[in-house]
């Protein structure tokens, strides 16, 4: 038996027949797609990319000039930053879980590789990420990212994707200039 659109919105107690996906299918899979030739929707498989094809489509957005945050391989945020006239913020970096002697900008010139000093600062673009940022700060200051609790101004960073300008950041440093990108305890 073949079941029309409002009988199927008849049945499923919804007043839109539109907002019915096809019979037999998974609800949850389709969304209805609407075009201006077509004002009656057509339903079709949600995107639903494998991370290559994610990857490809990132990479033909950037090839295209589609402003959307891909940054070509190899490429740093705070070089793409600096080539592209973005501020580049200069922030102090403080640890509340290691000691000076811990963490800072001094190498041991032993070949240890042990990092010292403290508080230091790094130079990185508005528009870093924060999961760029703690490969910045692991770089600089000798600081694990696994152990990097980050937080500007009482506002925890934890999202890893969200860039510096998101948090409000590139904003506030300009007026407060010595508040630190703080690494937390808890």
Not at 28 to 36: I, L, P, R
Not at 150 to 177: C, N, V
Request: aromatic content about 10%; charged content about 25%.
């Amino acid at each position: 038996m073949r079941w029309s659109r409002e009988e199927l919105a008849e049945l499923s107690g919804r007043s839109d027949p539109s907002c019915v996906p096809p019979p037999g299918a998974d609800p949850t899979a389709y969304e209805v797609a609407f075009s201006k030739y077509n004002p009656t929707p057509e339903w079709e498989p949600m995107y639903a990319p494998s991370k290559e094809q994610a990857e490809a489509d990132r990479a033909a957005a950037y090839a295209a000039g589609v402003p959307h945050g891909y940054l070509a391989p190899g490429a740093s945020r705070a070089a793409a930053g600096a080539a592209e006239g973005e501020e580049v913020l200069q922030l102090w970096v403080v640890s509340e879980l290691h000691g000076d002697g811990e963490y800072g900008a001094q190498v041991d010139a032993a070949g240890s590789g042990r990092h010292r000093g403290g508080p230091f600062r790094v130079a990185v673009g508005a528009r870093t990420r924060v999961e760029e940022l703690r490969a910045v700060l692991r770089d600089a200051g000798g600081l694990l990212p696994a152990l990097q609790r980050l937080s500007y101004a009482g506002k925890h960073l934890d999202d890893s994707q969200r860039t510096l300008q998101h948090y409000g950041i590139a904003y506030w440093h300009k007026r407060f200039p010595h508040w630190p990108i703080k690494i937390r305890k808890y």
